[in-house]
């Protein structure tokens, strides 16, 4: 019986970067999403990015950053910041904080709204034909999912949060950029509201003005 192998593939859209494409693409990744690439990510770069070369007809690094740059629909940077970041996650990762935020967080804003004299929905689910729960319209309409750059200098947010959950998403950016998005968060976050992070990320006492109360950074009332 005779083996076939299949000839090593060679000159493969993006098979090589240069250390110019690399520094470029680098760069450009920090500046638009915080993200620090260091020199052992090259490969990394290459291995996530040669099939959007591909796809996209682009035959060298250079040709496909000309491009990122004049792609004023910002899908490209989309597509790239998804390829390079490690987007691993599960149901309930972490459950501590759901734990917390249910059992602790929850009653205290359910508590502090009746204070100001808001009232409880009629019912929070309603029951469907099929036997299942359905939440209730108002609440549904108080929901928006939005995709957010972290990077954004300005957060379009209106209203300061009374939590928000933002886990294993630093350990992506360096510690000049942390800093500036613990910053950014705790001046978006109400008085005694509270900020998650993954449970193996820290914040020293100078690095935020909350003060940690298991599993969560909560903002001084
Ligand atoms: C390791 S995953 C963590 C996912 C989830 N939060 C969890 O804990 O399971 C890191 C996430 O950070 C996101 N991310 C990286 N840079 C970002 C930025 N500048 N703005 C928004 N999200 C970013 C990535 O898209 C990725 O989904």
Redesign the pocket.
Known sequence: MTTMLAPPRTDMPGDRISAREFNAIRELVYA????NLGDHKKSLVVGRLQKVLTQRGFHTFQEYYDWLKNDSSEEGLSEL??RI??????FN??PAHFEYFADKLLPQLAAARRAEGRKDPRAWFVQQRDGNLRVNDEIRSGVSFR?????TATFPFKHQFDAI?????M???DHRTRMELVSTFHQHTAPGGHLFI?HSETLGRDETACEYVMPAYRKRA
């Open positions: 638009r999403f915080g993200i910041a998804n970041t490690t987007n691993h996650t599960f990762r972490e995709r957010h750059n972290l990077m959950f933002c886990r294993n998403v350990i992506c950016f993954g």
